[in-house]
């Protein structure tokens, strides 16, 4: 109940600073059209109609943040959180448009100079819109790392850009009324391609978290100290995280117990863990098992020796997952391999023969598994 209430609080806030930043452009566009027809300018009234068509980036997120709270359903069993991410990806491209836009424009501007005319007017408006831009993209974006929010944070470095693209008019004005001369071109050139450029990163992040990016070491961490505090853990091993919206994981684990304990202890632990993972972190964790061989017998000795084997390899980061099927003689066991291992089924071979050697009366089975999340 108190994650479905956190969950609620955030989208609420991120429709909240959605509205501010429509209001805010709205204002803006309001006093520029005012200022343009008193001062009978229409670059100051167009530049009013680009103010509203800024708010269109708020008004996705506010769309976005109220699909993604749509209830999972039979087609969409894990809900419809990463619509926040298609948000942050349709701002972020209106970001990378309006750089390319601007950057021909600044080049026309280079080869095609022209003599602009700067009034008192025009320069009101310009501070007022470099102050109003600065002062809420600012907001917005702190606002969209603090709630995670990349539909936000994009929104808001939108209006930092707007605001910089307005304060190199303000500077190319300051040394034309100076000097009378124009780099309205050249500015606006370096500009746009830094727009471009932060448009791209933009795109980035919520494209990777599409794409299924590795999540932060720092929590994969923290999971891994969180469930070897529980007394019966002896290791955890294959961590599996799928991010499905800022409010969603799903994922899974394996842990070593000894196999002494009985299957309702077993139960019962891994019950505690995907609990506490659930409260802590919003993760809905799957807890597998492996068993640690006890007490004297011939399972507990082939343990030691293939463990024993195996980690004498550089080439091994890890080795878990020991498991002896007496009936049919065989061993399996799980190897994670250094990333500068390439031939992954050569590197099986070699490993298995080299065990088969030691013990040739068992069947040898190399799993060769890969460390998602570390």
């Given at each position: ?27 803006l ?35 976005g ?29 209106i ?6 836009t ?30 109003v ?91 891994k ?11 955890v ?33 891994t ?35 293939v ?23 065989r ?8 990333i ?35």
């Amino acid at each position: 109940m108190e994650k479905f209430q956190n969950k609620r609080n955030r989208s609420s806030q991120i429709i909240r600073i959605s509205w501010i930043g429509i209001i805010a452009n709205v204002l803006l566009a309001g006093f520029k059209a005012i200022i343009g027809l008193l001062a009978n300018s229409v670059a100051i009234v167009m530049d009013a109609v680009n103010n509203l068509s800024d708010a269109l980036s708020s008004v996705i997120t506010i769309i976005g943040t109220k699909l993604s709270q749509r209830p999972a359903d039979r087609k969409h069993p894990f809900g419809f959180g990463r619509i926040e991410y298609f948000s942050a990806i349709i701002i972020a491209v209106i970001v990378l448009s309006a750089g390319i836009t601007s950057l021909i424009e600044s080049v026309n501007k280079i080869f095609s100079p022209t003599t602009p005319i700067y009034t008192t007017t025009t320069l009101v408006v310009i501070v007022v819109a470099i102050v109003v831009k600065l002062i809420l993209g600012l907001f917005v974006k702190r606002q969209g790392q603090k709630l995670k929010s990349d539909a936000l944070i994009a929104s808001g470095s939108d209006a930092l850009f707007d605001s910089i693209i307005t304060l190199s008019t303000l500077v190319s004005a300051g040394i034309m009324l100076l000097w009378n001369i124009s780099l309205d071109g050249i500015l606006g050139t370096l500009i746009s391609i830094v727009i471009i450029k932060a448009g791209i990163e933009m795109l980035a992040s919520p494209i990777n978290e599409l794409l299924g990016a590795r999540l932060s070491q720092d929590l994969v961490s923290q999971i891994k100290k969180e469930t070897l505090a529980f007394e019966s853990v002896h290791g955890v091993y294959d961590i599996i995280l799928h991010n499905y919206g800022p409010n969603l994981i799903i994922g899974s684990l394996h842990i070593n117990v000894y196999d002494t304990m009985t299957a309702y202890e077993i139960h019962g632990l891994t019950r505690r863990i995907s609990e506490q993972m659930f409260a802590k972190h919003g993760i809905i964790m799957t807890v597998g098992v492996y068993a640690i061989a006890t007490g004297e017998n011939r399972q507990t000795e082939l343990q030691t020796i293939v463990l024993q084997t195996l980690a004498k390899h550089k080439d091994i980061v890890q080795v878990h997952g020991f498991y002896f099927f007496e009936t049919e003689q065989r061993i399996s066991v799980d190897v994670v391999p250094d990333i500068s291992v390439h031939d992954e089924t050569s590197f099986a071979q070699t490993l298995t023969e080299e065990l088969q050697q030691i013990i040739p009366d068992k069947t040898i089975t190399i799993i060769i598994d890969h460390n998602y999340s570390e």
